[in-house]
């Protein structure tokens, strides 16, 4: 019999399902996962939104999945850590998964004292996923510059583990600088909440963020078999095992019609039973690209869980 994977749900980008002034439904959405046994919830990140955010136009069906150039710069985008933090309030076991926080656009202590505190008082269930990002005029209204995204990053994850350890903390590098610095609160999980590494690939970049800092990862590209080799071998020489790492993937939506929410038992049998067979250990699924009704969510999360457990 197959394993069961953990499942989760993506709670932004919901304008297909909510309206903007009911965005507190995402609260009960999330109380109504934790109730139907989801191991998590996913929120996603952005600051700002340029003018050419949709440059390769919208999906076809609204619902459809929001990648890099086809999200309007108008879309509801409320604060990851403060829609993080109210649903910390309203839960007591889910797990919380700040997916692609844009760590370079704030300062790493800023990112290091918010998720520690977050960390502390959701009881050690923080999940972390920093990227880079793709979207230049977004760094640009911050005044960063785009270019420097990926180095910026290094030194963020870097930083932020200092400040989750260590007290006081000193680092001297290309961005940041400071000395005998006290950052508080911290974290109740012993290194810090944990930390997914994500990529477009499986870049020797990456792979060396994955060593040293990660628990898991996502890239958009899947990674070839030599990638994955040269991950193994660069987790053996940091003393650390591949399957230290959780897999997982996202159960795509198939749509019969542009103008429809997405056909469940195709987007299952297409998506969700490879992912299984492979013997994937997470499945994340966003509840807006299958219903248009906050009431049906409950009856909508129940009926993942029952077919998904079918497959087993």
């Not at 304008?15 to 903007?20: A, E, G």
């Not at 619902?63 to 309007?72: E, F, I, K, M, S």
């Not at 994850?157 to 290309?174: K, N, V």
Request: aromatic residues 6%; charged residues 25%; neutral net charge.
């Amino acid at each position: 019999m197959a394993k069961k994977p953990k499942l989760t749900i993506m709670l932004s980008e919901l304008d297909t399902l909510i309206k903007p002034e009911e965005e507190r439904l995402v609260l009960d959405f999330a109380r109504q996962a934790e109730d139907a046994g989801y191991d998590g919830i996913h929120i996603l990140d952005h600051v700002v939104m340029g003018p050419s955010s949709c440059f390769n136009g919208p999906p076809e069906n609204p619902r459809g999945l929001r990648w890099v150039g086809n999200q309007a710069p108008d879309q509801q985008m409320p604060s990851q850590i403060v829609m993080m933090s109210a649903i910390a309030a309203v839960t007591t076991r889910i797990r919380l998964n700040a997916t692609a926080t844009l760590a370079p656009l704030r300062h790493p202590l800023l990112n290091a004292k918010q998720w520690a505190t977050l960390d502390l008082i959701s009881g050690g269930r923080v999940t972390i996923l920093p990227i880079g990002g793709w979207q230049k005029e977004e760094y640009e209204a911050m005044g960063i510059p785009h270019e420097e995204r990926g180095r910026r990053l290094d030194e963020q994850l870097e930083i932020m583990r200092l400040a989750w350890t260590q007290t006081p903390i000193s680092y001297d590098g290309e961005f940041y600088k400071f000395k005998d610095i006290y950052v508080m609160p911290k974290p109740v999980q012993p290194n810090g909440p944990e930390i997914f590494i994500g990529g477009d690939k499986l870049t020797k970049k990456v792979v060396a963020r994955i060593v040293k800092y990660g628990s898991g990862f996502t890239v958009l590209e899947p990674p070839t078999p030599e990638r994955m080799a040269y991950l193994e071998q660069e987790m053996k020489k940091a003393g650390r095992s591949i399957s230290e790492l959780p897999t997982g993937g996202m159960l795509l939506p198939v749509f019969d019609d542009p103008k429809k929410v997405a056909n469940l038992e195709r987007s299952i049998e297409t998506f969700a039973a490879p992912l299984i067979a492979r013997g994937a250990d997470s499945i994340a699924i966003k509840p807006s690209q299958f219903i248009d009704d906050p009431k049906d969510m409950p009856g909508f999360l129940r009926e993942v869980d029952r077919r998904i457990e079918a497959l087993l």
